[in-house]
């Protein structure tokens, strides 16, 4: 190693003039499998306040459980019409929302498929660095043995699960508490 | 089933923590419990990639984005994308955002009292050639006040958005101006405890890029994160 990587900063609180143009909250192309899910939460911060600006970042694999990316040599489908991106900033309530679909698993560290999942970078004024999380799925058999969920303390995993949302079938609750007894569980990526 | 390689921790003291005091915002809004260190999937070395078709050429140039040109100073930003073993990164996307030459944002949020530039959005975008290498042509940003501590004005900077060739190297940063007697105070860029990882954040004036009769150009080298040697097949 000759270099060191750069230092992480701060979007701060005007992002929108310069990230706005590549917002994507609808991943779904034309053609594309899978079941579709609509995915909305809020951002709150310490004081339990709405955080207005804040932008979630995702990234995921399609419903075959392939991602879009030359790293991933699995013998599985990709669908031209999904990429697997998506970037949502949040309204004046601390809202985002984006439609998906359920990916399929995908390999996991012990040689076993993870469950299904979203990665999830979140960005705002105030953190320095990105903070990364996870979004699984409720009602989903195989999160009781995902490599992942399984690093996590039993009582703090629900923070990584989306909820159905009451008396709306279609949409998964999912929200990112900065602090507090239910704040949500962020992973060490090293940045 | 093959393992996949992890991307290396970063040098001790070369990021900032999330927390970050001096920096008020950070008070509220930073996680406050210790982060669940995972190991590397293919989730995370994975990531979205965007060729160069994304981006108009016109969007590297700040100067011509209006029927006129902006006021202010203007400068040749330009440098390279490598990662931690100097390997050039191509294909990388890079999106940059400023203030004008008054220190003003175009954004509904900014409301320092200083002028809006109908010629100026102060946004743009380019992707890495096959030596890492992008340029922008813009115009000197200006500081401007913010309300963190008293007087406090941040230096002038550009914000940089980088994505890499995965999840695990995506980057948010900010390039400032060499000699910006306002470097010392401002809590933002003094946030990592290494004073030579925050240093590498300030341009350097580049008599190369500088272009006679019409800008000054400053060298800005971004590094993202290298990555372990591939683990055997099991």
Redo the contacts between chains.
């Keep these: 190693m000759s270099l060191q990587a750069t230092t992480s900063q701060t979007v701060g609180p005007y992002f929108k003039i310069g990230l706005e143009w590549l917002n994507r909250d609808n991943l779904v192309g034309k053609g594309v499998s899978g079941e579709r899910v609509t995915i909305q939460g809020r951002v709150v911060d310490g004081d339990g306040a709405p955080v207005p600006d804040a932008i979630v970042e995702i990234w995921q694999a399609n419903a075959h459980g392939k991602y879009d990316h030359p790293e991933d040599t699995q013998d599985k489908p990709l669908e031209p019409g999904f990429k697997g991106y998506g970037r949502i900033a949040t309204n004046a309530d601390g809202v985002f929302r984006f439609t998906t679909i359920k990916p399929g698993p995908v390999p996991g560290p012990d040689g076993k498929e993870q469950a299904p999942h979203l990665v999830v970078s979140v960005f705002m004024r105030g953190v320095l660095r990105r903070t990364v999380t996870r979004i699984y799925f409720p009602d989903e058999p195989r999160n009781a043995a995902d490599f992942i969920l399984n690093l996590v303390e039993p009582a703090r995993r629900s923070t990584l699960i989306a909820k159905k949302a009451a008396g709306d079938p279609g949409t998964l609750e999912w929200n990112v508490v900065l602090q507090g007894p239910d704040e949500t569980v962020f992973f060490d990526l090293g940045l | ?4 390689a992890a ?5 001790p003291g ?5 927390l ?1 005091p001096p ?1 008020v ?9 210790p ?15 965007f060729g160069a078709e994304i981006v108009v050429p016109r969007a590297s140039d700040l100067t011509q984005q209006h029927s006129g040109e902006p006021l202010g100073e203007r400068i040749i930003v330009s440098g390279r994308v ?5 390997r050039p990164l191509p294909n990388t996307l890079l ?3 400023q ?1 004008n030459a008054a220190g003003r ?3 509904e ?2 409301q320092h009292k200083a002028p809006l530039d109908l010629n100026f ?5 380019a992707v890495t050639d096959a030596e890492g290498r992008y340029r922008f042509v813009t115009i000197r940003p200006g500081e401007y006040p913010w309300r963190n501590h008293y007087n406090a004005w941040r230096p002038a900077h550009i ?1 940089f ?1 980088l994505f890499g060739p ?3 190297t ?5 390039m400032y101006f060499p000699g910006d007697p306002l470097l010392p105070f401002d809590p ?2 003094n ?2 405890a290494d004073e030579k ?2 240093n ?2 300030v341009s350097v004036f580049d008599w190369e890029i500088t272009m006679p009769e019409h800008a000054l150009g400053y060298k800005f080298d ?5 990555r372990e040697a591939t683990p055997m097949e ?1």
Excluded at chain 2, 25 to 33: E, F, G, M, N
Excluded at chain 2, 82 to 86: A, Q, T
């Design positions: 089933m093959k393992r996949v991307y290396r921790a970063p040098s070369t990021q900032p923590d999330h970050h920096y915002s950070s008070l509220k809004r930073a996680p406050t419990k982060q669940v260190a995972i190991p590397y999937t293919l989730s995370e070395v994975t990531g979205p990639l490598l990662d931690e073993d100097s999106e940059i955002w203030a944002y175009l954004h949020v900014d959005t102060g946004c743009g975008q914000h958005s995965a999840f695990a995506r980057l948010v940063t900010q933002i860029f946030c990592t990882a925050r590498r954040l971004i590094i993202l994160r290298g099991e």
